[in-house]
């Protein structure tokens, strides 16, 4: 049986099988902007989660055998698109990123971060999909014999295969300290992107603001609390991505003139 595990539309848990969503759970929250805005969902509710999450494994095969990878920017900004155009510009050599199908993998190709990424939330575990595997390459799965989700030996990977400027996507603030001694004893460069926020407490909302670089708030009330007091960096989205450090301030920056060329 494949069974994977998501959080999405305002943490919702959701549990897919064989293509199809067997369990919903109640939301964390009741809205959510961006899914007002590109799906029209005014009030988040298991069955408009469950609607959402079906369209997505009919669109481009989600959770599936049938996965396709859609590499156009699906959002403006967001992880997922700052982190593509990073690499495209030469700033990143690789991401450390998770994905339905694959679990922790290493990507180096813009497109294939989008294709991954783009419109996948929260995956809290998943099985190995063929296609995915094949899509990203083996040797670039933390783990193709079952697709497991760890980002600290991802990251571990992404260094011993020779990449000193990478980005890593988490949502665990205990992982921050960690993640910063390996940085630190392997001399590499480690842009932080904190994504999957909505729920998380105010302690490790703190250590996000304080150590991270990129930091996604969702619909967290505690991040944006403590980053408009402290005065950070942010964008003018209805959802603010913030930049706690100046390397990430910069990726933010990179990403908005890309998007005002495009205008």
Excluded: W
């Excluded at 967001?78 to 690789?94: F, H, M, N, P, R």
């Amino acid at each position: 049986m494949e069974e994977h595990i998501i959080e999405a539309l305002g943490k919702s848990r959701i549990v897919i099988q064989n293509g199809k969503v067997i369990s919903v759970e109640d939301p964390v929250i009741d809205y959510c902007p961006l899914f007002d805005k590109y799906r029209g969902i005014k009030k988040l509710t298991k069955e408009s989660i469950k609607d959402n999450i079906e369209f997505r494994i009919k669109d481009f095969g989600m959770c599936t055998e049938n996965r396709r990878f859609p590499s156009e920017d699906f959002l403006s900004i967001g992880a997922s698109e700052i982190i593509s155009t990073l690499i495209k510009k030469g700033v990143l050599d690789a991401a450390v990123i998770v994905s339905d199908g694959c679990g922790t993998v290493i990507v180096t190709d813009p497109e294939v971060v989008e294709g991954l990424a783009g419109r996948i939330s929260g995956v809290i575990r998943t099985v190995p999909i063929k296609g995915v595997i094949s899509f990203v390459g083996d040797s670039n799965v933390l783990n193709p014999k079952n697709a497991d989700i760890n980002q600290i030996e991802g990251l571990k990977k992404a260094i011993s295969k020779g990449y000193k400027n990478i980005a890593i996507t988490i949502s665990n603030a205990k992982d921050i300290p960690e993640i910063r001694k390996i940085e630190k004893d392997n001399l590499c460069n480690v842009l932080v992107f904190g994504v999957h926020m909505t729920g998380i407490s105010k302690d490790d909302a703190y250590v996000f603001m304080e150590h991270g670089d990129v930091i996604t708030a969702c619909m967290s009330k505690e991040l944006i609390e403590i980053g408009d007091n402290k005065g950070i960096y942010k964008t003018k989205t209805k959802i603010p991505i913030y930049a706690p450090s100046e390397k990430g301030k910069k990726a933010i920056e990179l990403r908005l003139k890309v998007i005002e060329k495009r205008k």
